[in-house]
């Protein structure tokens, strides 16, 4: 599933656009996140392929607007 997902953005990376042949590199990364949503989670059209520079980039991001908006 995942590696589907890495194979159909042709291991590119859908922010920065690089090109990573070794997928232990590459995420998948959901782009809403599921919170425990399985159609949301098994959705390949819901997954890009990201590096994992960008991947950890956005994701510390979302968490730190997550933590201002008032969950933490
Ligand atoms: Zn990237």
């Known amino acids: 599933m995942r590696f589907a997902v890495l ?11 690089v090109l990573r042949s070794d997928t232990s590199l590459l995420v998948a990364d959901h782009i809403r996140p599921h919170r425990g949503d399985l159609d949301l989670f098994w959705d390949e059209s819901n997954l890009q392929c990201l590096c994992k520079t960008c991947h950890d980039t956005v994701k510390q991001r979302e968490e730190a607007a997550a933590r201002r908006s008032g969950k933490g």
């Open 7 to 17: 194979t159909r953005d042709l291991f590119t990376c859908r922010i920065c656009g």
